[in-house]
């Protein structure tokens, strides 16, 4: 009999297999995907030709500078606080309160007077309130 005790080994951790597994995961994974966005809706919108419903005595175009000065209607407005621009948009109002406010502002314009332009609507009583843009292709030429 022997009695002497046996020497054990110590059990090894082999990693290489897992890692090899785990790859082999990830390229599948990786393949597998589709790469769509999953967040857009998919929406078809509606034509119309905008010239013909355009109803321009309801708009009024509020034009921000980039040194913060205003203008209702391409008539300058005397001084920059909230009431001035609010008395000089109830004056332009030409259709009352189906007026569309169009805020066109400069692109290196503060956003306060954005801001301020449209604190000035809500005190007018105008609550439509739109913004102007340009295209990227006239943007390009400039």
Same mark, same amino acid.
């Given at each position: 009999?022997?009695?002497?005790?046996?020497?054990?080994?110590?059990?090894?951790?082999?990693?290489?297999?897992?890692?090899?597994? +785990?790859?082999?995961?990830?390229?599948?994974?990786? +393949?597998? =995907?589709?790469?769509? $966005?999953?967040?857009?809706? !998919? +929406? =078809?919108?509606?034509? #119309?030709?905008?010239?013909?419903?355009?109803?321009?005595? $309801?708009?009024?175009?509020?034009?921000?500078?980039?040194?913060?000065?205003?203008?209702?209607?391409?008539? #300058?407005?005397?001084?920059?606080?909230?009431?001035?621009?609010?008395?000089?948009?109830?004056?332009?109002?030409?259709?009352?309160?189906?007026?569309?406010?169009?805020?066109?502002?400069?692109?290196?314009? $503060?956003?306060?007077?954005?801001?301020?332009?449209?604190?000035?609507?809500?005190?007018?009583? +105008?609550?439509?309130?739109?913004?102007?843009? !340009?295209? =990227?292709?006239?943007?390009?030429?400039?």
């Amino acid at each position: 009999m022997n009695f002497r005790p046996r020497r054990q080994e110590e059990p090894e951790i082999n990693l290489i297999p897992f890692i090899d597994v +785990l790859l082999v995961i990830l390229i599948f994974l990786m +393949l597998s =995907t589709t790469y769509s $966005k999953f967040t857009e809706m !998919q +929406l =078809t919108l509606p034509v #119309a030709d905008t010239e013909a419903q355009r109803d321009y005595p $309801k708009e009024m175009i509020v034009a921000v500078g980039a040194d913060g000065a205003y203008s209702v209607n391409k008539v #300058a407005v005397v001084g920059r606080s909230v009431e001035s621009i609010a008395s000089a948009m109830a004056e332009g109002a030409k259709a009352g309160k189906d007026t569309v406010v169009i805020i066109s502002a400069d692109a290196s314009a $503060k956003h306060q007077s954005v801001v301020t332009v449209m604190e000035a609507a809500r005190r007018a009583g +105008l609550n439509q309130i739109t913004f102007a843009t !340009q295209s =990227t292709a006239l943007a390009g030429d400039k």
